[in-house]
């Protein structure tokens, strides 16, 4: 039997469930406090997160596959070592798959969220740091600049989905024993 309390306000929602057990006194049942704020992250919307995310990625690293020639005559000089144009190209559309597989299932995926914060954002401060040094024109920084948004949102999700991926733990471990 599940007994719960709800309590919200125009910009709180304060919630305790208490799960009481067959055989054991109200009392004794395993309770939870949540607090969620207004304007919190919720699974649906972590999901149009990822997936946009993904969208958005396969569409700026896809035509790159067929501009290498193009890149080079633009900003000299050529590409010198094709290598590591495709194989960084390759591994960036393989996030954006990763990004794609999240928006189905954010809260079991929750500990891609790490890697996927240290890529969007490494990638960004250190194309910041390029133009800092004088190595890189400003023009360049817009690409990396909404890399770095989405590292942020990456990081309120992983927060925000701590609660989603505790309630799957728990339903499982309910279902295994």
Known sequence: MFRSLSVAS????ICWSDQVEAGRGPDQGQG???????????????RRLFLGAGIYGMAVIVPMFFLERLIGESEPPAITH???YYG??????????V?????????????????AVI????????????????RLAARHVVLPSIDLVLAALFVW???????SAQTENAREKQFQG
Do not use: N
Request: net charge positive.
């Open 88 to 97: 960084f190209l390759c591994t960036a559309l393989a996030w954006q798959v």
């Open 10 to 13: 125009s910009s709180h929602r």
């Open 157 to 163: 999700a992983y927060f925000a989905l701590r609660s």
């Open 119 to 134: 890529g969007k954002a490494g990638f960004a401060m250190s194309v910041f740091v390029l133009l800092a040094c004088g």
């Open 82 to 84: 094709a290598e590591f």
């Open 99 to 115: 990004y794609l597989m999240m928006s189905r299932d954010p809260a079991r995926l929750r500990p891609m969220l790490i890697p």
């Open 32 to 46: 939870r406090l949540e607090i969620e704020a207004e304007g919190s992250m919720t699974i649906k919307s972590a």
